[in-house]
């Protein structure tokens, strides 16, 4: 009899946000607080941005508030282009917003104040991380599986997974393949999707599409 | 019941609400707010508290009963909290105590989990039972990014005892020494105002309101109010006007507690006479199903506001698939994400200028109609907010840690 495969699991991460009561009117401020925050704060605002859908032509908050509120937008797009899943921490990620905003502070030292609302309000969240019903054993159902499941649901496991496995390069889906599939290659095309480069919508098409493609492959392939 | 929303709301949303309902089954969950009718926070509770009885929480909602002294000040704390000059004296301070402290006779305040709504019945927390471990979580509904300091002060007495304060956006968190999370407010999506409409459904309110429908209708739905920009509106139409044929409908409900509001309309109807292309409709406030039917027989919404708590009227009509055009005010910019939902504009004439684009680009308003619907759909429905709050309960039962696993 058959060993049987370990099944893929889906889990789902729902971010529920807490105020820390900081705020910053201007660069300076906001250069401050950045370097005093907690990691959750910093993590919140720049791994966590791709959880609220990449709808911008920013890749975390500090980048979005620089550019549609001071309208700083040099600022904003040194700082959009900070990756955080290359990057290998959050204490990484705080020093390079550091190191940019303090090379644009030494070229323009006295940033005006913002319009009073518009303040940039240091946030983090608690992340509650849950199995959403969903089990899959080889690749049809993971197919099906991956038009069906929430957003929240490849934040969880595409992006989360880079900081959560501490290793900052692999993702749960590619994990599975590559190691209960035994498919190295298709894990290998999984692993290429850049994640600092897609919605969440665009990632689940890019993993839809390289599956689909194997799996044909594997369909039309002929038995020896 | 939790299942009318399969296929509507998130899979997710429903997964953990389920999830959370079974971790805590059989607890009590106690909601206190100052009115069983008329207002936002009496709506979701009245959906909500049955909700969460049918998946097992032993969930209450109780009223606090006031009089009219009582009401005038908690009326004046609440214009002072969104930023008006009020006099106050501590005789009125010490009355709004007092009548928390009898209430606190009708009301069984013991509970797993306590939610107090709004400043109304905030000193309830005195009363908190000494025994168990009961979580009190004071929810903050309206606009206090700007308050009356000294009128701040006094709440904030309260507030502070409480376990967890919970504000509608983080420009409205205070730097206070307790938990302050964020929790947008939503809309039901199978409410009379949001629910799906037939065509005769539709058709019959045009009839009944005698809307032509032929040429392109621009609405905005809101009080007749000088916040809600009408006659910027009406001004904004009548750039559009002299590029495109439109007809403009500016509907209003009557609220009698603002006698402001007859004195706008008058102002809004004179300033509209003489063009027949422009309708203003006042409508009595339960008139959920016209106004949810005048909305999608519109071409595109408009919430031009100056000032704004959330404007949840911007979700209501991205829900509707409709483009819509905001002031960038309050919670207006939370919805509407700039050329992807919609548009935030800043002036009158950029209101005409993305009325026009939309109007000439019929392609683009479908596209940013459909991506608002799911943007609403992802974050400002009600079980989203019922979510939340399960969510909240059961963080505060695992205080200290940032990823709680279920």
């Given at each position: 009899m058959a060993k049987s495969l370990k099944s893929f699991e889906f889990k789902q991460c729902v971010s529920i946000v807490k105020s820390t009561g900081k705020q910053a009117k201007n660069l300076r401020e906001l250069r401050k607080l950045i370097a005093v925050v907690g990691d959750e704060s910093i993590f919140h605002h720049?791994?966590?941005?791709?959880?609220?859908?990449?709808?911008?032509?920013?890749?975390?908050d500090f980048s979005q508030w620089a550019g549609e509120n001071l309208e700083e937008r040099a600022l904003a797009e040194r700082l959009t282009s900070i990756d955080p899943y290359t990057l290998k921490s959050v204490k990484a990620v705080r020093k390079e917003l550091i190191r940019e905003i303090d090379a644009f502070l030494k070229a323009f030292p006295e940033p005006r104040d913002i319009t009073e609302g518009h303040e940039f309000y240091f946030n983090e969240t608690v992340s509650l991380v849950f199995p959403v019903g969903v089990k899959t054993k080889n690749l049809a159902e993971f197919l099906v599986a991956l038009e069906h499941i929430d957003t929240g649901c490849i934040y969880y496991h595409f992006y989360d997974s880079r900081v959560r496995l501490g290793e900052g390069v692999v993702d749960d889906f590619s994990r599975w393949i590559e190691h209960t599939l035994f498919k190295k290659n298709l894990a290998d095309k999984i692993r290429a999707i850049d994640p600092f480069m897609h919605s969440i919508e665009s990632i689940r098409n890019h993993i839809k599409e390289v599956v689909e493609e194997y799996v044909r492959a594997d369909m039309e392939g002929v038995m020896s | 019941m939790i299942n009318q929303y399969s296929g509507i709301a998130p899979k997710g949303d429903l997964q953990l609400i389920h999830n959370l309902c079974k971790k805590l089954k059989g607890k009590s969950f106690l909601h206190v707010n100052?009115?069983?009718?008329?207002?936002g926070v009496a709506e979701i509770l009245n959906r909500m508290i049955p909700l969460l009885q049918d998946l097992g929480i032993d969930a209450r909602w109780e009223v606090i009963e006031g009089d009219a002294r009582f009401f005038d000040f908690t009326k004046k704390t609440h214009n002072a909290l969104q930023g008006n000059q009020e006099k106050f004296t501590k005789k009125m301070w010490d009355y709004y105590y007092e009548v928390n402290k009898r209430n606190k006779n009708n009301?069984?305040?013991?509970?797993d989990a306590v939610l107090i709504h709004d400043p109304q019945p905030a000193p309830l927390i005195d009363f908190r039972p000494r025994s168990g471990k009961s979580i009190w979580m004071w929810r903050c509904h309206?606009?206090?990014?700007?308050?009356m300091p000294g009128c701040w002060a006094n709440l904030k007495k309260y507030v502070i005892k409480y376990d967890t304060a919970i504000f509608s956006v983080a420009k409205f968190a205070k730097s206070l020494p307790i938990d302050e999370y964020i929790v947008t407010p939503s809309i039901d999506p199978l409410s009379d105002k949001n629910r799906e409409l037939t065509d005769y459904e539709i058709n019959e309110v045009a009839e009944r309101f005698k809307i032509p429908r032929d040429k392109p209708i621009i609405l905005q739905v809101s009080r007749f109010d000088r916040f809600k920009d009408p006659i910027g509106v009406i001004n904004a139409y009548k750039i559009v006007k002299n590029y495109n044929d439109c007809r403009l409908i500016l509907v209003g409900s009557s609220a009698t507690?603002?006698?402001e509001g007859e004195a706008m309309l008058n102002e809004v109807k004179d300033y509209a006479a003489g063009d027949p292309d422009i309708i203003i409709l006042l409508l009595p406030p339960d008139y959920h199903m016209e106004i949810n039917a005048i909305q999608r027989m519109s071409d595109i919404i408009l919430q031009k506001s100056i000032k704004e708590g959330f404007g949840l009227t911007v979700s209501e009509a991205m829900w509707k698939e409709k483009p819509v055009i905001g002031g960038a005010v309050g919670g207006i910019p939370l919805q509407i994400v700039h050329g992807l939902t919609g548009f935030v504009v800043y002036s009158v004439e950029g209101a005409a200028y993305r009325i026009r684009q939309y109007l000439n680009d019929p392609e683009m308003a479908i596209k940013m109609g459909r991506t608002g619907k799911e943007y609403v759909r992802n974050n400002f429905l009600l079980t989203r907010q019922i979510r939340d709050y399960l969510s909240l309960w059961y963080i505060n039962s695992n205080r200290g840690k940032h990823v709680i696993e279920l």
């Open positions: 720049t791994h966590q941005y791709f959880l609220k859908g990449h709808m911008l032509d920013y890749t975390n | 100052s009115t069983r009718e008329g207002g009301i069984d305040l013991k509970a309206i606009d206090i990014s700007n308050p507690d603002d006698p």
